[in-house]
């Protein structure tokens, strides 16, 4: 496989102040029509996308869905993707169920080990493969939700592990629950979330609908049992039609008095044909109802404000995202495309782009809601790497 160098520069680029919070009203997301914006960015973090691993100081294309960034009282951030073969070192590669990567910058991505290095699957349909996780602090553990399915899995579901640190060791409690226990058809895209001081897993995909519970206290249950919350979950997207324009991947994120829910839609999975892009809608409660700016909810198809669309003859297949923080509690998105100019256009690999709001929408989108692509811009502020 070709390498591709590893870019450092420094030029003078500069972008708005995302003024936002996450259940936080003093803190900050940005307009992107803000009159009279400061001028802050990062000077000692650019980045190009895609933002694939580094292995030796050079860029290493690798296989990369679904990811999804946490970061930790460290500083260091640790990203998460659907199982994938991973490069070992320059000549060899290998197969990881759950490839877990580590950086300082949210930029440069180095492998650092397998959540499921220790433990055979045993649950679930044969020849399942983990699809999808997350990763939530829940007190002093660390908690891996995953999906296990194969395509056109008639009973998907979803499970969990618990690690003492982000990168482990992890204890296996596997499955957490399945479709048909849950009776949510298509049950795998698991997102855990702190509101108000529960604690919550939102999922489901095309077929299904997404829906919400409550877990139990240390996230291996759900809370009062699975019957119970079988009775009390709570639907907020989605239709029962199997088809692209229905939704998955879903991450809520509360900014100011709103709560933002970000969705993909479209097919996601026919390399550079693929029509996958990210929409959001939003609500003043949890439970909805979520709409977008034009006020149709999202118990349809084709709804939501455009976060980030595809574009032919540049990335295709944008979604799955994921979110996080840098230290001036900017909002980024971490999320696959394919790369159409890119060596290898059928592998679905890493973007990273800020979000910014829409003045007239008041929505949040990614710039020109397209991707960018092989551009130098000034990347997530990290205090540490300006001081």
């Not at 003078?12 to 996450?22: E, K, S």
């Not at 009973?155 to 009776?183: C, M, Q, R």
């Not at 909805?288 to 669309?309: E, Q």
Request: aromatic share 14%; glycine share 10%; net charge negative.
């Amino acid at each position: 496989m070709k390498n591709i160098s590893k870019i450092i520069v420094s030029l003078p680029l500069f972008a708005l102040l995302l003024i936002g919070c996450n259940n936080n009203p003093s803190s900050q997301v940005s307009s992107s029509e803000s009159s009279e914006p400061e001028i802050i960015e990062a000077k000692n973090n650019y980045y190009s996308n895609p933002t694939v691993p580094i292995l030796n100081g050079e860029k290493k294309i690798t296989y990369m869905a679904d990811p999804f960034t946490f970061r930790d009282d460290d500083g260091y951030f640790y990203l998460y993707c659907t199982q994938t073969e991973v490069w070992l070192n320059e000549t060899t590669r290998s197969f990881k169920r759950g490839p877990t990567y580590k950086s300082i910058d949210a930029v440069n991505w180095e492998y650092i080990g397998d959540v499921f290095n220790n433990y055979v699957i045993d649950w679930g349909t044969s020849g399942a493969g983990v699809w999808a996780p997350t990763l939530i602090k829940v007190a002093d553990k660390y908690n891996f939700y995953y999906s296990l399915s194969t395509g056109g899995d008639s009973n998907p579901g979803i499970g969990v592990a618990v690690g003492d640190t982000p990168n482990g060791p992890w204890t296996h409690y596997g499955k957490l629950f399945n479709s048909n226990e849950i009776g949510v058809k298509n049950s795998i895209d698991p997102y855990a979330f702190y509101d108000n001081n529960q604690l919550y897993l939102v999922w489901g995909s095309y077929g299904g609908l997404i829906t919400i519970v409550e877990l139990a206290d240390d996230g291996l249950s759900l809370k009062n049992g699975l019957e119970y919350q079988r009775e009390h979950k709570v639907a907020i997207a989605g239709y029962a039609i199997q088809e692209s324009n229905n939704y998955e991947g879903t991450i809520i994120e509360k900014i100011d008095d709103y709560y933002y829910l970000f969705l993909s839609t479209g097919t996601c999975c026919s390399g550079a044909s693929s029509s996958y892009r990210v929409v959001v809608a939003k609500s003043n409660n949890l439970f909805g109802p979520y709409t977008d700016s034009k006020g149709r909810d999202m118990f349809r198809p084709k709804s939501g404000d455009y976060v980030v669309n595809p574009s032919v003859g540049g990335v295709m297949g944008v979604g799955h995202n994921g979110l996080f923080r840098d230290d001036l509690n900017q909002l980024w998105m971490i999320y696959h495309g394919y790369d159409t100019t890119g060596v290898f256009p059928d592998y679905r690999i890493t973007y990273l782009d800020k979000l910014i709001i829409n003045k007239e929408t008041g929505m949040p989108e990614v710039k020109d809601k397209l991707a960018s692509n092989h551009q130098i811009l000034p990347g997530p502020y990290i205090k540490i790497l300006e001081e």
